[in-house]
């Protein structure tokens, strides 16, 4: 902590500190009819003391620059101390331009596009007056059903701290005048709720929370991140935001994060709720004992921690390291010199939806589309007579994904306009059903027959609506509804030069999709340049290269499910995958295997793997070996591939994962071109949690693959000695 922060300290009374851990909507400080009443509007359960709020900290939910300009004035001009506010949005996948939602870019396997993307949401979002942003989401995610897995980077630990590492790189950089503090969240495991309901229960050992869940967002405290979120759930019976196991003792002690560490929405309230507190002056103890600095729309702190404090049960040190982390933060982000920092209007309007942000964002959507079947109808050729685009998904801008920011429909660009921009008139447009996943309309299905039947190819747009994922979106049900299956076989009736352009936010259950469907490309929900990118998918001025982060579930019955399992006592072989093999652990039904599993995704062009080795057999500790495998592109269309590295620990003293992904290159290659690509092994990587909760390798045999995905079988060996 630097002395400026200090001596700003030393001159505070007590209530200014308590009120520097108060975070409101910056609507408080609006004027007019946008104003919102600190006594009687929203903030009314808060119970802030009216003069109070102009020392409040830190506010929430901001979109443009004269808005900010207008709050940070008015709260300047009310405040004594004049500490300027520090305003935080969700900029989650873009703030203005929007890319892929963070599950589509994962997909990718691109760590230079990720950072890229999340530099450009900065740079918008920074224009706009916004200094932090509430991500990157790392939760590690298993089950589909769950809303908030768009905001995911998937199932695998080790390719979600990657992306945690790049996204906080991307939006952070040197903390310059474009950069914005990012705060990762939401600590800890929150993506493991029961049945895939947000806010749901979480139960889950140490071993697997260290192992699984906890590694992303230490990748991204390793990264500098400014800022950690606490979750919403429980985590061994106590929820997060009071949890003084995770906070203190992990997050703090163990890992030596001296960040801003702030709560979800209301979540001191809900330690009430959960259960694990009496009133809110319990709340304040438990959050503040836990080692949690900002307290989200809540109004625990500001009610009872001056009390607490008076009465001996918190330390005044404890609230003065929390103020210096804020006030540090504020050095940090430059508001103590400048409370406008970057925001400019003028700017703002020529560099948010600027061609060259435009044209990022589209080759964001295009790297992380991922090609799930092809019986050689993509790409399509650009001399067809005409072209028919159908679907509840085809000519809007409501693609764009949940979390939107600042981002519009009308300025987002649909797959007709997209596809209108290649071929021009030939295109047209028929809607063929509604959105709804509980719509049994079937009333526009015949005119959408009517025109495939009349119509070269047919683009076929299927999915869900983009707020049906998100916080609080959760779905049971997590296939198609049964009127775009019939939209789907009606249209094949008449034309089989159908593909289907796929949307979602989450992996869906399409295994009858899989099987009617000629080809299938998913887009996820793919941001402005939606549009553009799926046409050119399409229709091949850009090649498939996403790979999926997320099984795809044969059917919702299957889900949890993950390519990173135990096996068990009883495993079924694979080779009896689509035979009844009763007292091992199976369906009576259906397979193991899933739909598609994780890494997978297809190209135009064919990638062929061979003549994997090690540098040796053996590895003794402290040393390293480097696999390496062959790639050869023997398609006839120059590509991207995500070369996948996997490790199996074959016997340990706990069961270790059948696979676990270690590393990955996305390399590029002309038709015919090979290339080696090597991967080092390190002690470090082998380490994991042991029978006695220690992290270190233990000695025995290894298995090493390299392949398009996680089903790859041809393996190397070696022996840690």
């Known amino acids: 902590m630097s002395q400026r922060t200090k001596d700003i300290l030393s001159k505070m009374t007590l209530d200014e500190k308590v009120y520097q851990l108060v975070q409101v909507t910056t609507a408080t400080y609006l004027t007019g009819e946008n104003k919102i009443d600190v006594i009687t509007g929203p903030n009314s359960t808060l119970k802030l003391d009216r003069e109070l709020v102009y020392e409040v900290g830190t506010s929430l939910n901001l979109v443009g620059a004269e808005t900010m300009i207008e709050a940070q004035t008015n709260y300047l001009n009310n405040s004594k101390k004049k500490l300027p506010l520090i305003l935080m949005q969700d900029v989650i996948h873009g703030h203005r331009t929007l890319y892929p939602v963070n599950l589509g870019v994962s997909a990718s396997f691109d760590r230079d596009l990720a950072r890229d993307l999340a530099q450009m949401a900065a740079k918008e979002a920074s224009l706009d007056g916004i200094s932090v942003t509430f991500a990157p989401m790392v939760d590690l995610v298993r089950d589909p059903r769950w809303g908030r897995v768009m905001e995911s980077s998937g199932e695998d630990p080790y390719l979600g701290g990657e992306m945690a590492k790049a996204t906080v790189e991307g939006y952070q950089g040197d903390m310059g005048k474009y950069n914005i503090a990012a705060c990762v969240k939401h600590f800890a495991a929150y993506g493991a709720a029961e049945a895939g309901r947000d806010y749901n229960t979480v139960d889950v050992s140490e071993r697997n929370l260290r192992e699984y869940y906890l590694p992303a967002y230490k990748r991204a405290v390793d990264a500098g991140v400014k800022m950690l979120m606490t979750a919403f759930n429980i985590v061994d019976g106590v929820p997060c935001v009071g949890n ?225 994922t998100g916080e609080g979106n959760c779905r049971a049900d997590i296939t198609l509804p049964e009127v775009q299956y019939k939209l789907l076989d009606r249209v094949l009736e008449v034309n089989k030069n159908v593909a289907v352009a796929l949307f979602s936010g989450r992996p869906l259950a399409i295994s009858r999709l899989h099987e009617t469907a000629p080809a299938i490309l998913d887009m996820w929900m793919p941001g402005t340049e939606g549009g553009n990118a799926c046409a050119n998918l399409l229709f091949g001025n850009a090649i498939p290269s996403g790979k999926i982060t997320m099984t795809f579930p044969r059917t919702l019955g299957q889900c949890p499910i993950y390519y990173n399992h135990y096996t068990t006592g009883r495993p079924k072989l694979e080779e009896d995958d689509y035979n009844r093999v009763r007292f091992t652990s199976s369906y009576l039904d259906i397979p193991n295997s899933p739909l598609y599993p994780f890494g997978y995704g297809l190209s135009y062009t064919t990638f062929e793997y061979s003549d994997l080795k090690l540098s040796g057999d053996t590895m003794k500790s402290g040393e390293t070996l480097v696999a390496s495998a062959k790639i050869k592109n023997t398609g006839k269309y120059k590509a991207k591939e995500a070369v996948q590295f996997y490790i199996r620990d074959v016997k340990g003293s706990c069961v270790r994962p059948v696979k676990e992904l270690k590393g990955f290159e996305k390399i590029e290659l002309d038709p015919g071109e090979e290339k080696t690509v090597s991967f080092e092994i390190t002690e470090e990587m082998l380490k994991y949690w042991t029978r006695e909760m220690k992290f270190e390798a233990e000695k025995g045999e290894f298995h090493v693959f390299i392949g398009k995905d996680s089903t790859c079988k041809p393996f190397a060996t070696f022996q840690l000695i």
């Open 244 to 468: 003084k196991h995770l906070v203190k003792e992990i997050l703090r002690d163990e890992w030596g994060f001296d960040g801003v560490v702030i709560s979800d929405y209301s979540a001191f309230d809900e330690l009430a709720t959960h259960g694990v507190s009496e009133n809110q002056k319990e709340c304040a103890y438990l959050a503040m004992e836990a080692g949690c600095d900002i307290e989200m729309m809540s109004g625990c702190y500001a009610g009872y921690l001056k009390e607490l404090i008076q009465e001996g049960k918190i330390s005044e040190e404890q609230l003065d390291k929390s103020v210096l982390r804020i006030l540090n933060l504020k050095e940090e982000l430059g508001v103590l010199d400048n409370p406008f920092r970057s925001v400019n209007p003028e700017e703002a309007k020529r560099v948010q939806l600027s061609k060259e942000h435009r044209a990022l964002a589209r080759r964001g959507a295009e790297e992380c589309a991922v090609l799930l079947k092809n019986d050689n109808v993509l790409p399509f050729s650009k001399d067809v007579g005409s072209v028919a685009v159908i679907g509840p998904l085809g000519n809007t801008g409501e693609i764009h994904g949940s979390w939107k920011c600042g981002g519009k429909a009308e300025e987002t660009i649909s797959v007709v306009e997209g596809v209108k921009g290649i071929l021009g008139d030939k295109v047209k447009y028929a809607q063929g059903c509604q959105i709804e996943y509980n719509s049994t309309d079937e009333s526009l299905i015949d005119e959408a027959c009517e025109l495939a039947k009349n119509s070269d190819i047919v683009i076929l747009c299927l999915g869900e609506h983009q707020e049906y």
